[in-house]
């Protein structure tokens, strides 16, 4: 379902850039999404979401960005699918996302997109547009193995058709990686399977890839996960349960072997494993009478 919402704010800010993803302002202008991955961390009880099947869009997100923006004293990398897919299916119809983009680039602020969607590619010329500034866009892989992929992230588009568009975006200029995160115990822990996402990456022209050897699980997205696995693998659950109890953080067994092969394929390829720091800066003046008159 999806359900039409105002929102009173856009971003959210933050003292310092995220040491992981360079982030300086969060922006979810969806909440809620359709891929239904069945670990998602998004559906655990503190983040407040009732139903995390319905899809609630901020229709007026472009109206607060363009209000909000022009008011910060920083230029910092805005940052875009932490808590849903920016490029959920709800993006089809109302295209904010893409919109904001714009908006984004019309501003000169660069942006982080984390996304399992190929519809990014829509945007493409946006994003290069703002790749002049930075552009980052992230996609998720935990599995090169569509078949496996489609067991896990049941509704997302195929890790096949994420290495397509990554690659299309590396080629109009736009800087791209891989995250490797979550890694399921006991279903993606394979070294066979980490060397093969850093590889297929690589080849798609990622210049990083972020990693997290294991899982996340708490009140909320914990009993999803459970459910998901009783359908979908059966007996597993009972071993998470033995292994982890209600740990919140749980590392794959295999932790350190995964690492292992994780470093020496990325070194391989010379794949780094961090973003390069974007340090905000203040706004740059008006140039013109024009600018002025926008900024008052």
Aim: proline share 6%; with cysteine; charged share 25%.
């Amino acid at each position: 379902m999806i359900i039409e919402i105002q929102a009173k704010t856009l971003l959210s800010g933050h003292k310092q850039p995220d040491p992981w993803f360079q982030i300086k302002y969060g922006m979810n202008i969806y909440r809620g999404c359709e891929h239904q991955c069945i670990y998602c961390d998004s559906r655990s009880l503190c983040y407040g979401i009732a139903d995390f099947r319905d899809v609630l869009v901020k229709v007026n997100a472009i109206e607060r960005l363009r209000d909000e923006l022009p008011r910060k004293r920083l230029v910092g990398i805005v940052g875009t699918g932490a808590m849903s897919d920016p490029y959920t299916f709800a993006e089809r119809q109302y295209g904010l996302t893409g919109q904001a983009l714009q908006v984004l680039a019309d501003e000169g602020f660069p942006v982080h997109v984390t996304t399992k969607s190929d519809l990014v590619v829509k945007d493409l010329d946006t994003l290069a547009q703002i790749a002049q500034t930075r552009a980052i866009v992230s996609f998720t892989l935990t599995t090169v193995d569509d078949e496996l992929a489609a067991r896990v992230e049941p509704l997302a588009p195929s890790p096949s058709r994420r290495l397509a568009a990554m690659a299309k975006l590396a080629s109009a200029g736009v800087e791209v990686g891989a995250l490797l995160m979550p890694i399921l115990p006991f279903i993606e822990d394979d070294p066979a399977s980490i060397r093969a996402i850093v590889q297929r990456a690589a080849d798609a022209g990622a210049t990083y890839a972020l990693a997290a050897m294991g899982t996340t699980m708490r009140e909320g997205s914990r009993d999803w996960f459970y459910t998901q696995l009783d359908a979908s693998f059966a007996g597993l659950r009972q071993r998470y349960e033995r292994t982890y109890g209600l740990r919140y953080e749980c590392a794959c067994p295999r932790a350190a072997e995964l690492w292992d092969a994780f470093h020496e394929e990325r070194l391989r390829h010379g794949i780094a494993d961090r973003l390069a720091p974007y340090e905000p800066h203040p706004r740059r003046p008006p140039t013109s009478a024009a600018q002025q008159l926008k900024m008052l």
